[in-house]
């Protein structure tokens, strides 16, 4: 299909990226014109259409620009929608009906359950997952646009896209979040910081290969699940005075006590109170 992208970001070019040996890009477009040189040296255009022909020769417009853009740069292309447009955002926690309705225009949400720190090569990413929320129409047409090989579409509600959006921020950003609190604990103790790194992310990639082989409660080891009262008790002695590290730690905690010996979880909890 012939694809418009409008907003040349990392989500928006890696997934036109991946998708161009299947589709034709026929143009990219952004307010920044560094953003449209990256593109178009990325996706190989030897032609980029200018804007207004871009939004009227392509079948499908990608509006990947931040959330509080999406209805404007809709707004702005919508003058120039004259036969039938899929529209599609990818925003997770906006809905498809952000898009005014209309008798032409096929609306969709997609929502790739990834991070995209940086534009990614597609040699470099295994499958992406997508959510699809908003019309029949629109969600027929992914299966021709995303090949197979790259891609895997689940459709949901409006209220499922909310809490994946959700999920997706605790899974992706607030581990980051948990990571840096890792990394300024260790600035208590001497050493190069890439040292400590080092050291670090060995032991939290273990972790994460333990829960896709073993599940999340075989996988937990430590203080709670063998019912250390007293390592419990030092461990909350040296953060004591912190209350940033003592709420983080007493909160996870919590979430792990049912792993505890079944005698020692009363004890536990008076512990992190």
């Known amino acids: 299909m012939k694809i418009g992208l409008i907003g040349c970001g990392r989500v928006g070019v890696t997934l ?28 190989g255009l030897s032609k980029n259409l200018a804007y207004e022909e871009l939004i009227k020769e392509s ?11 999406i209805l404007t740069a809709f707004k702005r292309a919508k003058r120039y929608i004259k036969e039938n447009k899929f529209c599609f955002h990818f925003s997770g926690i906006l809905p498809a009906e952000i898009f005014p309705k209309g008798e032409n225009i096929f609306r969709g949400s997609l929502h790739p359950f990834a991070t995209f720190p940086r534009i990614l090569i597609p ?15 629109a969600y027929n047409s992914t299966k021709k646009i995303f090949p197979k090989r790259h891609f895997a579409i689940k459709r949901i ?8 959006h959700l999920i997706g921020t605790f899974a992706s950003n607030l581990l980051v979040g948990l990571a840096r609190v890792v990394f300024d604990l260790t600035k208590r103790i001497p050493g190069k910081a890439q040292e400590k790194m080092a050291i670090i992310l060995p032991i939290m990639e273990q972790t994460i290969q333990n829960i896709k ?26 953060i004591k005075k ?29 512990i992190l109170r």
Not at 59 to 69: G, R
Not at 123 to 137: A, L, M, R, T
Request: glycine share 4%.
């Open 123 to 137: 040699d470099k990413i295994e499958k992406i997952f997508i959510f699809f929320q908003g019309d029949n129409v």
């Open 157 to 164: 509600s409006r209220k499922e896209k909310e809490y994946w």
């Open 242 to 270: 912190d209350k940033k590290f003592l709420n983080v730690y007493r909160i996870l905690s919590e979430y792990l006590i049912a792993s505890a010996p079944y005698q020692k979880r009363s004890k536990i909890k008076r």
């Open 213 to 238: 082989e073993l599940g999340l409660e075989d996988a937990l080891s430590g203080p709670i699940v063998r019912g250390d009262i007293e390592t419990l008790k030092k461990h909350i002695s040296l």
């Open 16 to 43: 036109c990226n991946l998708i161009k040996e299947k589709n034709e890009i026929i143009g990219v477009y952004d307010i920044k014109k560094r953003k449209i040189e990256e593109a178009e040296k990325i996706l």
């Open 59 to 69: 079948e499908v417009l990608f509006f990947a620009t931040p959330d509080d853009e």
